[in-house]
């Protein structure tokens, strides 16, 4: 069964520019949630979409959005980009959005922003 | 708020024991997780203990839980050097199951 699978792997941008970030969930997971990992901030939630529909969501400014398609993908778009916005970008999926899905994670997207 | 602590470094010889610390807050985590980040790669999901349980052991791994002190441990039996990396202590969020709070992570090295 194939994994997580985040797209692209690296990507540099220019602040001020907006990304967009893809993550295709294991087959057959319906969850998919979003993390920030830096060296300052360690691992922090972003969003949780469940079923196309946000059901939770971090302490992030409205900068960072996102969305999920009926076949479970999701994106997350940043715009407006900022220096501090560097980071690995960390998608997980589950099963299920709740008590008994633990999650699993892709390999990540790295952004440089310059 | 929820919170999650753990040393940042181990150093073990090859061939030991390591064992990795961590202490929680919220008591209604309904699971813990160890998650193994390898330079360069994402999250592996290594093993997770359900709230209601003590132990749970899979191969090497071997989770210890003290619900009352609101500890977790790891515990890697015969330590290679494919094992080095850093380990992330996790707990489910009690108002979301995938919202996951995590530890800042324990980096292992091995000594040969």
């Known amino acids: 069964k194939a994994g997580v699978t985040q797209t692209p792997r690296y990507l540099i941008k220019t602040r001020g520019q907006q990304v967009t970030l893809s993550c295709s969930p294991i087959s057959g997971h319906r969850s998919v949630s979003w993390y920030q990992q830096t060296p300052g901030q360690g691992l922090q939630f972003l969003f949780e979409y469940f079923s196309e529909t946000q059901r939770n969501k971090g302490n992030f400014p409205g900068r960072f959005s996102g969305r999920q398609f009926s076949n479970s993908r999701s994106e997350m778009n940043v715009s407006t980009l900022e220096l501090g916005d560097s980071a690995l970008y960390l998608c997980?999926?589950?099963?299920?959005?709740?008590?008994?899905?633990?999650?699993?994670f892709g390999n990540g997207t790295r952004l440089t922003v310059t | 708020g929820e919170d999650v602590e753990q040393s940042l470094f181990l150093s073990v010889r090859e061939g030991d024991s390591s064992v990795i610390n961590c202490t929680y807050t919220d008591s209604s985590s309904t699971y813990l997780y160890w998650y193994k980040q390898e330079p360069g790669a994402g999250l592996q999901l290594l093993t997770y203990i359900f709230s209601n349980m003590d132990m749970k052991q899979d191969q090497r791994l071997t989770v210890l839980l003290n619900k009352k002190d609101k500890h977790l441990s790891l515990r890697i039996a015969d330590t290679q050097t494919g094992d080095s990396a850093i380990y992330f202590c996790?707990?489910?969020?009690?108002?979301?199951?995938?919202?996951?709070?995590f530890g800042s992570g324990t980096r292992l090295s091995i000594r040969p």
């Open positions: 996790a707990e489910s969020s009690g108002s979301s199951a995938s919202k996951i709070i």
């Open positions: 997980a999926s589950s099963f299920a959005s709740g008590n008994n899905s633990p999650l699993h």
